[in-house]
């Protein structure tokens, strides 16, 4: 289920015109800021294979068409890997976030990308001065 538009930031207001212009379709974009984010469902993007390898992916699938499916994810898990960097290159910070981490701890995970995009803002980690008396009350 996606957060309320209430609940992102301004900059990322227009997200859903801009993400299908940037590699990969994230799932967030903060185009100024050139940050991607990403939301990796665990099933589709190989958790299993990130975490234990073919052996422990092999032990998951118990089908008839198990070749398939193990291909699957690791044609999935190489797109993601290829995307990442490709983004990177380019000059974006990729944020890739495994799903059940996401809804194990929905706060720490907004707190990290609020910060990556705010350095990204001010790369030099001074504060910046208000441009107005109501930003300095915030």
């Known amino acids: 289920r996606r957060p309320p538009r209430s609940t992102q930031s301004r900059s990322s207001a227009a997200s859903d015109v801009y993400k299908r212009q940037v590699e990969g379709r994230p799932d967030i974009v903060f185009r100024r800021e050139r940050v991607a984010v990403f939301v ?5 993007h190989g958790r299993v294979y990130c ?8 032990k998951r699938f ?3 068409n198990k070749a398939y499916w193990l291909e699957k994810i690791k044609r999935n898990v190489e797109r993601d890997r290829l995307v990442t960097s490709a983004l990177v290159e380019d000059g974006w910070l990729v944020l890739r976030y495994w799903e059940s981490d996401i809804k194990a701890d929905v706060d720490s995970t907004a707190r990290r990308i609020a910060d990556a995009v705010r350095l990204r803002r001010n790369p030099s980690g001074r504060a910046q001065r208000p441009c107005c008396a109501q930003e300095a009350q915030r």
Request: aromatic share 12%; charged share 40%; hydrophobic share 25%.
């Open 40 to 44: 990796d469902g665990d099933y589709w």
């Open 51 to 58: 975490d234990g390898g073919m052996k422990a992916l092999k």
């Open 62 to 64: 118990k089908t008839g």
